[in-house]
């Protein structure tokens, strides 16, 4: 689809593809790409006719993070003025469960936003980082929350303090990621995932990625009667009849997709 100069949006059936292309900056995210990128999955999230999205970069860098260049002259005013990155957050009120499909570099911004992703797949080329303390600054869009959640705090607090990178095996083996692909096949494994998830009944895909994110929001007890209620309510949709009689009648289910 045409209008965007820094991404390429492309539908594959229900499932909705970005597509991060700015090659020469290897896709250093500058504010102009921010605002494509949520632009497309908010599209993407309002189409019923998609049931998934998945968003990567190319084979050298999913994204070698912020663009430097652009933020080298700012002031504390007008970062502040700007509540740089604040537009990111767009991303985390998706209801479409969204998938990074991570090749080369997620550094600094790139493994932020890879982390804002509901999971990450992760070619065996990956590399993760929190560099940001090497420029003289701090992850600023979320790296410091979501890795720590993500890996816990020693991990964390190594690599935001020292700014190492970690490659594709540690990610998986320290939870980072939900698993890793030989890079040749990393596209065709995410649209495959998104498509199996893209076939699921699409409200009860939403209340389950729901219920997983409350895990990261509340207690455990609040978190889990959150769990039960949005449980409950799948018994209001056809879905929940048509998968459960599928299953009793040992046949594949016919969901609504809507
Ligand atoms: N921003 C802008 N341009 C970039 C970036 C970036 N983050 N990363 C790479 N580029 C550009 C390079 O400048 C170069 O451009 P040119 O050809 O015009 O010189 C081009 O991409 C190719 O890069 P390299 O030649 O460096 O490629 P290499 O393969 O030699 O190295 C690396 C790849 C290791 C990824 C290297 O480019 C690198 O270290 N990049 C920077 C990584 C980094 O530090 N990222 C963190 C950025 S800060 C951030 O993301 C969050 C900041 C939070 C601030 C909070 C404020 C509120």
Redesign the pocket.
């Known amino acids: 689809e045409t209008g965007y100069e820094h991404i390429i949006l492309e539908r594959r059936g229900r499932v909705g593809l970005i597509t991060l292309n700015r090659p020469?900056?290897?896709n250093?995210?500058n504010d102009a790409l921010m605002h494509e990128v949520v632009d497309a999955a908010t599209g993407l999230d309002r189409d019923p006719e998609i049931g998934a999205i998945v968003l990567t970069g190319s084979e050298?860098?999913f994204a070698?993070?912020?663009?430097?260049?652009?933020?080298a002259p700012q002031t504390y005013q007008d970062?502040y003025a700007a509540d740089?990155?604040a537009g990111w957050n767009a991303l985390t009120r998706l209801r479409t469960p969204l998938i990074a499909a991570v090749a080369g570099?997620a550094?600094?911004?790139?493994c932020?936003l890879a982390m804002m992703c509901d999971f990450i797949l992760a070619a065996d080329t990956a590399v993760f980082g929190q560099?940001?303390i090497?420029?003289g600054?701090?992850?600023?869009?979320g790296g410091s929350q979501r890795l720590t959640r993500a890996i816990g705090k020693a991990k964390a607090m190594e690599m935001v303090l020292t700014g190492r990178t970690m490659d594709a095996a540690e990610a998986e083996r320290c939870g980072l990621v939900a698993r890793v692909v030989p890079a040749t096949r990393l596209l065709d494994e995410a649209l495959a995932t998104a498509a199996t998830i893209a076939g699921m009944s699409a409200p009860v895909a939403m209340l389950a990625k729901e219920a997983v994110n409350a895990a990261f929001e509340t207690t455990l007890a609040e978190g889990v009667h959150v769990e039960r209620r949005l449980f409950h309510s799948t018994f209001a949709l056809a879905d929940q009849k048509e998968g459960m009689a599928a299953f009793l009648e040992k046949r594949a289910p016919r969901f609504e997709n809507r």
């Open positions: 020469k900056a290897l250093a995210l050298r860098a070698a993070g912020a663009d430097i260049r652009e933020m970062m740089w990155f570099h550094l600094g911004g790139g932020e560099p940001e090497r420029l600054v701090i992850p600023g869009i």
